[in-house]
C-alpha cells in the first residue's frame, strides 16, 4: 500500500488547476466551483494552501455570484429547490444550511420546518433519502445527517439503526460502498465515513483497512487519488480520498470537520471568529 504521497497529490492539484484548455476541462467546465472547493481543501488539508494565489481565486469565485440569494429557494414544505427551475432534495437542504450557517444568517430561513422536511426523508432502515419514501443511499444520508448535526437536531437520528446500515457498508477490500451490492468507492470513505462519525458509531468499522483502501487507490507516480484500485485518478475522488484519511487521524494531515466538510480551522475562523 505505501503511504499517503503528499508531494505527489499537491502537484496533480495544481496542474489540474493551471490546465484550462483541453478537452477534458471544457467538458468539466460547469464542475469548475466544485473543483477549486475539492482542490483548495485538499491543499488545505495536506498543508499547502499557500501554493495558490489566493486573490486570482477569490476573484473567480465573485464573479460566479448572482443577485438572487439562497433562502428565496426554501418551499412552503421545508425543503429548498437547487435553483429557479425548481428541482427539490436533501442535497440541497444540506447546502443551504451549511452555507447560511457559515455565514451566520440561519435565521433568513425556517429552520424548523427545514429540519422537519429531513426527518420526513427517514427511512425504516434509519437512512435518507432524497425525498420523502425514495430510497437510503449514502451521500444523502451524509447530507441528511451533516444539517442535522449543524443545526443541532441529531436527536432525530436513530444512530444504532443507522449505525448498523452504514458499518454494513464496508466490504472485504476494507473500502465503503454506498448501497448494498455496490462497489466500494474512494469517495464513500467521506459520506459513510462523516456519518458514522457525527452519530459516534465509528468504531463499528475497521478503520485501519479503509485506510489501507483509500492508499491503495493512489496514482503513486502522477499523483492523485481514483474511485478503486488502478482506475483513473480525478480532483473529486483526490478530495474525498484526503478528506477520508483526516478523519481516520492519518498522521500530518489538518482536522476535516465531518459536518461542515471543511478544515476544522476554517470553521472555528468562519463560525467562532477565532
Ligand atoms: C464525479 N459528479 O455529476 S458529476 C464528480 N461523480 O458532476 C466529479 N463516484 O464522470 C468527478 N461516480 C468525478 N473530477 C466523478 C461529481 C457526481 C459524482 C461521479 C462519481 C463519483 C462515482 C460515478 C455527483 C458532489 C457533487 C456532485 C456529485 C457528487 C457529490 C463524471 C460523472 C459525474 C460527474 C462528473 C464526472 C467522470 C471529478
Ligand atoms: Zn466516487
Known amino acids: 500500500m505505501g503511504e499517503l504521497q503528499v508531494e505527489k497529490h499537491v502537484k496533480y492539484i495544481l496542474a489540474v488547476e493551471k490546465r484550462k484548455d483541453d478537452f477534458e476541462s471544457v467538458v468539466m467546465e460547469h464542475l469548475r466551483l466544485n473543483g477549486v472547493y475539492w482542490g483548495l481543501t485538499t491543499l488545505d488539508i495536506l498543508g499547502k494552501l499557500d501554493a495558490v494565489d489566493q486573490d486570482e481565486v477569490i476573484s473567480w469565485v465573485m464573479q460566479c455570484q448572482h443577485k438572487d440569494d439562497i433562502a428565496g429557494l426554501q418551499n412552503e414544505d421545508g425543503s429548498f429547490s437547487g435553483d429557479m427551475w425548481g428541482e427539490v432534495d436533501t442535497r440541497f437542504s444540506y447546502i443551504a444550511i451549511c452555507s447560511l450557517a457559515l455565514m451566520r444568517q440561519l435565521d433568513k430561513i425556517d429552520v424548523g420546518n427545514a429540519v422537519k422536511y429531513i426527518v420526513s426523508c427517514k427511512n425504516v432502515d434509519g437512512g435518507f433519502g432524497c425525498t420523502p419514501g425514495a430510497e437510503s443511499h449514502a451521500g444523502q444520508i451524509f447530507c441528511c445527517v451533516g444539517a442535522l448535526a449543524i443545526t443541532g437536531s441529531l436527536h432525530h437520528v436513530d444512530k444504532d439503526l443507522l449505525g448498523w446500515w452504514l458499518c454494513e457498508r464496508q466490504v472485504k477490500s476494507g473500502g465503503l460502498n454506498g448501497r ?18 457525527l452519530i459516534g458509531r465509528v468504531h463499528w468499522i475497521d478503520k485501519e483497512k479503509l485506510a489501507k483502501f483509500i492508499l491503495d487507490c493512489q496514482d503513486k507516480e502522477k499523483g492523485g487519488i481514483s474511485d478503486r484500485p488502478d482506475d483513473a485518478v480525478d480532483v473529486f475522488h483526490t478530495y474525498f480520498g484526503v478528506a477520508g ?23 472555528n475562523k468562519v463560525i467562532l471568529g477565532k
Do not use: N, Q, R, T
Open 180 to 197: 448494498p451490492e455496490k462497489l466500494p468507492d474512494v469517495c464513500y470513505s467521506w459520506w459513510v465515513l462523516s456519518s458514522l462519525i
Open 245 to 267: 484519511l483526516s478523519l481516520l487521524e492519518y498522521p500530518g494531515l489538518k482536522p476535516i470537520d465531518p459536518a461542515y466538510a471543511l478544515p476544522v480551522s476554517v470553521v
